[in-house]
């Protein structure tokens, strides 16, 4: 672990932690807004559902490519440099998207965010590193800060919800753009005033030699069963969180505004879900935990989806007033959050110290992908089938990571015990 910098005082290290975590705030609103974004285009630009999920692609991939092209040029320009570019391309975004008020530009916005959003990732990551002096230290603030992006996520549905209004045609809910700029410009404001110094590369290494390590890595069974994991992991979360507004809307025949905000209980049961799991598995082994979590999302999964059909459409206009079923099925996020967490740390904990790097640019891009295949075919099913059939669906990838987390755990146990 690298030790802080001697040279930081108190002060300099709380202004790189708040300019960390605004930059995290931002692109959990922004990268979580695909959901909604896409049951606004349905309504508003009259897009069939398959055309919408396609812009969880544009993020997804986006995230993937550039992690695979970046990710060892990043320290070469330095934190600063890149965290001020990341910004600066998602404020112009921002500011356009409603000018163009088409489509298109919700392809180029999620483009650009996602692009910015590897750049961030990287750098967040790294400079965690710089500011711990112990893996106690680096863990309690990473998870500080991934706390802040939930916090984002469960914000952004509230923020993005005060802008609908009932008219499906109406575009005034693009002004939440120009609102999202202004925060982009305060995360510059905040990066610019914190302390962040450029880091020192080791003697010898090059773009060529650390991109190449990654590609190795891969090869190694235990990272390739863990690469399926998270992809099955994400596969789900994505397809469940994407599509969960427009199920709300045109399943269980609520208010679009009702069903952004209902969606928001999927985001808080994930960071209750973490919060949680951290104590749970202070006296629980991993891999009990995550095979109970899989059963219960199962479980939740069979209980819940009987109870939305047939369901007919009534004045709601609170959620207060919604059917059961529409707190039911977000709660699924209690069970689905201690998953990907506990995967990355044990893959991580059972690598040497200087692969760590390389793996989390491949956590980075195959969470992307798995995303990324999650929304489009649920929104496949969505449109040539049925909501219903589209959630039900999750069953399968649900029962293959069952599989692949016992065939992870057989792996990642003698790997830990070389690691250590």
């Not at 300099?12 to 975590?21: G, K």
């Not at 970046?70 to 910004?87: C, D, E, N, T």
């Not at 904990?349 to 760590?356: G, P, V």
């Amino acid at each position: 672990m690298t030790g802080a910098p001697t040279t930081l005082t108190n002060a300099s290290r709380a202004r790189i932690i708040f300019a960390m975590m605004a930059c995290y705030f931002l692109f959990a609103v922004l990268l979580n807004s695909v959901g909604t974004v896409i049951l606004q285009s349905i309504n508003t630009f009259d897009v069939s559902k398959t055309q919408a999920a396609g812009l969880e692609g544009f993020k997804d991939l986006s995230i993937a490519i550039m992690s695979f092209l970046v990710a060892s040029m990043i320290p070469r320009f330095g934190y600063k440099l890149a965290l001020l570019g990341a910004l600066a391309a998602v404020t112009l975004v921002c500011l356009i998207t409603p000018q163009l008020g088409q489509f298109y530009a919700f392809k180029l916005l999620f483009a650009v965010v996602g692009c910015a959003f590897a750049v961030v990732k990287i750098s967040v990551y790294a400079l965690v590193g710089q500011l711990s002096d112990s893996p106690s230290s680096h863990s309690a603030l990473l998870n500080t800060i991934e706390g802040m992006f939930m916090v984002g996520v469960l914000s952004g549905y509230w923020i993005f919800s005060f802008f609908i209004t009932d008219e499906p045609a109406a575009l005034n809910w693009l002004n939440v753009y120009y609102i999202l700029a202004l925060l982009s410009l305060v995360c510059c404001l905040s990066i610019v005033l914190a302390p962040i110094k450029k880091q020192a590369l080791p003697p010898g290494s090059s773009i060529v030699s650390e991109f190449t390590a990654m590609l190795k890595l891969s090869y190694q069974p235990l990272v390739l069963v863990f690469i399926i994991s998270a992809f099955l992991y994400v596969l789900i979360e994505q397809g469940v969180g994407t599509w969960l507004p427009t199920f709300n809307n045109k399943i269980l025949h609520l208010p679009v505004d009702v069903s952004v905000q209902l969606t928001s209980i999927f985001a808080a049961s994930l960071a209750v879900g973490r919060l949680l799991a951290g104590q749970i598995l202070k006296v629980c082994h991993w891999y009990t935990l995550l095979n109970v979590c899989l059963l219960a999302m199962g479980a939740l999964i069979l209980l819940t989806l009987p109870l939305t059909k047939n369901v007919s459409a009534q004045d709601i206009t609170s959620v207060f007033k919604a059917p059961l079923a529409a707190y039911l099925m977000p709660m699924i996020g209690l069970f689905m959050a201690p998953i990907y967490p506990v995967l990355n740390s044990v893959i991580l904990s059972s690598l040497a110290k200087h692969q760590q790097a390389s793996m989390t640019g491949m956590i980075v891009i195959f969470s992307a992908l798995g995303g990324t295949t999650g929304s489009i075919l649920t929104g496949y099913i969505f449109e040539h089938f049925s909501g219903q059939h589209a959630f039900y669906c999750a069953l399968v990838p649900l029962c293959l990571l069952i599989v692949s987390v016992y065939l992870f755990k057989q792996r990642s146990t003698p790997a830990q015990a070389v690691a250590a």
